[in-house]
């Protein structure tokens, strides 16, 4: 079966303090993804990164940085974090193909991110 | 722009069968996806269809029409483990993934 563990179930931080979430996945993904996820909207990207040392920005990528060192792990990072930024954070990976049918993305549980 | 569109909430009765609705106007499709998320947990898949027509998994089953950029997730026999969150993704021509808000589907005993 698929992990895709993540560092944290809740965490509560203040206005301006850095934020690191951290991300592992068990199945030699090469592709993974940050999401958040508020209440009436879809799963907005973030950021995702298609291998090691390398990523994109998604829809939303301000405010946030990420990191990829290593295959299985992928940091997302606030470097100043601000109450607008209280949200669901899911992380995702899955394999790099071009078949259509192997694109499905495994998740991970959330890290429920309270800025006070 | 791109959207997808499905109802916030839906309910119905353990036993019964439910119909929830997912269309779509992306730039690009290459295949439409529906997860399960249950609450305070992680999205697990549920199907991909990139081919019109029906596809039956089950008690689930998930119907596609690309020329009317729709589709549905048919769940049958309700059980109270199927309140969830469902949600409805296309994969567009960049090969992301465009999400609708999901539906909250509500089962009554």
């Known amino acids: 079966d698929v992990k895709v563990t993540q560092s944290s179930r809740y965490l509560v931080k203040r206005t301006g303090e850095k934020v690191f979430l951290e991300c592992v996945q068990d199945m030699d993904h090469e592709n993974m993804f940050w999401y958040r996820q508020d209440p009436g909207l879809g799963l907005r990207l973030i950021y995702f990164s298609y291998d090691v040392k390398m990523k994109e920005k998604g829809d939303i990528p301000e405010g946030y940085s990420v990191s990829r060192e290593k295959k299985e792990r992928f940091s997302l990072i606030l470097e100043s974090a601000s109450t607008n930024q209280t949200s669901m954070y899911l992380c995702?990976?899955?394999?790099?193909?071009?078949?259509?049918?192997?694109?499905?993305?495994?998740f991970g549980p959330g890290t429920r991110l309270t800025v006070l | 722009g791109q959207n997808i569109d499905q109802p916030t909430e839906m309910t119905a009765t353990e036993g019964a069968i439910v119909q929830i609705n997912c269309t779509y106007q992306t730039s690009g499709f290459n295949g439409l996806f529906w997860y399960q998320q249950h609450a305070g947990e992680a999205p697990t898949f549920l199907s991909y269809d990139v081919l019109d027509g029906l596809e039956e998994k089950g008690r689930f089953s998930s119907f596609l029409s690309r020329s009317k950029g729709y589709s549905y997730l048919l769940l049958k026999e309700l059980q109270m483990k199927d309140s969830a969150s469902y949600l409805c993704?296309?994969?567009?021509?960049?090969?992301?993934?465009?999400w609708g808000a999901g539906t909250k589907l509500i089962i009554k005993p």
């Open positions: 993704a296309v994969m567009d021509s960049n090969y992301q993934l465009i």
């Open positions: 995702a990976s899955k394999f790099r193909t071009s078949d259509l049918w192997s694109n499905e993305q495994f």
